[in-house]
């Protein structure tokens, strides 16, 4: 009876989308595309229990969902049995009074509005159910992103060397650019200073490179400027971008 949006029906896709999403982020009006080249993969049992917990989530709101439609419809069957009752007795009174036909057409309005009514409660029932369901899928791509997070870390941690790839294939897309200031943090600041004669080859020009400390940079990040623009590799910023569009899915 649910249907399940794309994105949430298997949770381990969702992460791995996340891990590896490529997402541009604008800085200035005159702006540069960059690419999060992050490739992680969590263990099977990691995946394994978070994909049981999004399991449940769901199962858990499809159940409330049910009731909550249920409940409405028990609501609505003794609903429209007294609207039948009310309006045929009226319409029998009115039957000695105006006649047959008036206490007929009586008896009916009565049966329509309530029916119209039903229809209402109906309707809202539904609408509180499929409600349920979007939070459901919501409170996951949560949990997915969580994991992904708790994964890069762990990845960042394990390979300090990690940042590299994301900052040369950042620099690429800037390489025609006549002076480029690298941002990074404290903790990758020596890893990147090391390969900046390699860096520098990348763009041909010895000294149209700077490479400096950021604290607002967190490690495994970079942000690059340039004269026509800010190129933002953050992780924090990809995955805002990567949760806005995973929630516009479910919308």
């Known amino acids: 009876m649910w249907h399940e949006v794309k994105g949430t029906s298997s949770l381990s896709k969702i992460i791995k989308y996340v891990c590896m999403q490529e997402a541009p982020i604008v800085i200035d009006s005159k702006f540069l595309l960059a690419e999060d080249l992050i490739d992680t993969t969590a263990s099977d049992e990691l995946m394994n229990l978070v994909n049981d917990e999004a399991a449940m989530i769901l199962a858990q709101a499809k159940v409330a969902a049910e009731h909550c439609l249920s409940e409405a419809n028990k609501q609505i069957v003794p609903i429209k049995q007294q609207a039948y009752d009310e309006g045929h007795q009226q319409g029998y009174q009115e039957g000695f009074t105006q006649g047959h036909q008036a206490g007929t057409v009586e008896m009916?309005?009565?049966?329509?509005?309530?029916?119209?009514?039903?229809?209402?409660?109906?309707?809202?029932?539904?609408?509180?159910?499929?409600?349920?369901?979007?939070?459901?899928?919501?409170?996951?791509?949560?949990?997915?992103?969580?994991?992904?997070?708790?994964?890069?870390?762990?990845?960042i941690a394990e390979n300090p060397m990690v940042v590299l790839p994301l900052v040369k294939a950042t620099l690429q897309k800037v390489s025609d650019q006549e002076d480029v200031v690298i941002r990074v943090s404290i903790d990758d600041f020596d890893a990147v200073l090391l390969a900046k004669t390699d860096l520098q080859m990348m763009i041909g020009r010895e000294h149209a490179l700077k490479i400096i400390v950021d604290r607002t940079v967190h490690s495994g990040s970079c942000v690059i400027d340039t004269s026509y623009g800010t190129v933002d590799a953050r992780v924090d910023a990809q995955f805002e971008i990567i949760k806005k569009t995973l929630q516009d899915v479910i919308k």
């Open 108 to 155: 009916e309005q009565v049966i329509n509005q309530t029916i119209a009514r039903s229809q209402q409660m109906l309707a809202a029932a539904e609408q509180a159910a499929k409600e349920m369901i979007l939070g459901a899928e919501a409170q996951i791509i949560d949990i997915a992103l969580a994991v992904a997070r708790k994964i890069l870390a762990y990845e």
